[in-house]
């Protein structure tokens, strides 16, 4: 797909798939490391996600994970007393959100030519990474992940919000891939989650405005082969279903945003002590 094409597509539809983005090889190498964090998880995971500890405590771990690696379980992964009802290697539902900074291998195929590239095509100036995330969909386990906007969670002025979605595996209907209502980009943000001005320590999160309801029939799927790319508007209401077949379905996610054109909220749940590092160096 040349540039051209790949600009005028995501404008019109707000997202757009590109088969082989990364070589089987590189795809290997991703998923590997992705594996390697299921076997090196804190004990410290495992107690904040105990059902019987307090949300705030969950809270702070979330918020916390903008600059480090944080382990987030499956809800059905953990029983009251935070031991594993399943398999370690099945039970992280993500892991985020600085992978990108702090793990050699996410960070050579997020600051990549490749990904750069497709910034460029899109007309970014000063494309900067926010976030990252290891998704896990594991089989029979993997959560659903509701219809929402991602510029919700991660809201500039202008919008300019753009995430990049590697399949790590072949993601099917059957094993929870991503699902689209193309052209909804054209909408607003809906909703923004702000941290709480009543709550000075920054630890709590609203919602403010109102999504609505979408027709799920609305909804296509976004089927892609293990070492695809989608690129998603962050305005683009997607979602994804629960893993019920045999077959994992991991991928790796992040967010950039332009910017030389656009501004970073400082009410969004994610501010980083670190700074953000931008595509283009
Ligand atoms: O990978 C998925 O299943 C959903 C990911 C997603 O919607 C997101 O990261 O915004």
Redesign the pocket.
Known sequence: MNYETLKSKFEKDGYVVINNFFDENDVEKLKNAGLKLTQNVPNEAKTVFKTSQNNQEISSYFMESCDKIGYFYEKDALDENGDLLVDQSIALNKVGHALHRLEPTFEAYTYNDKVSNICRALGLIRPTVVQS?Y?Y?NPGI?GE?VA?Q?ST?LHTEPDSLV?F?IALDDSTIEN???WVIPGTHKNDVHQKLVCDPKNKSRNQTIFQGTFPDYEQSAFVPVPVKKSGLVI?HGRII???DHNKSQLS?H?Y?FHVYDEASSQYSDKNWLQTKIGFKSLYL
């Open positions: 995330m998704i969909k993997g992940v929402h991602d969670f995430g979605w929870g891939c991503l998603i997607h979602k994804s379905r991928a996610t």
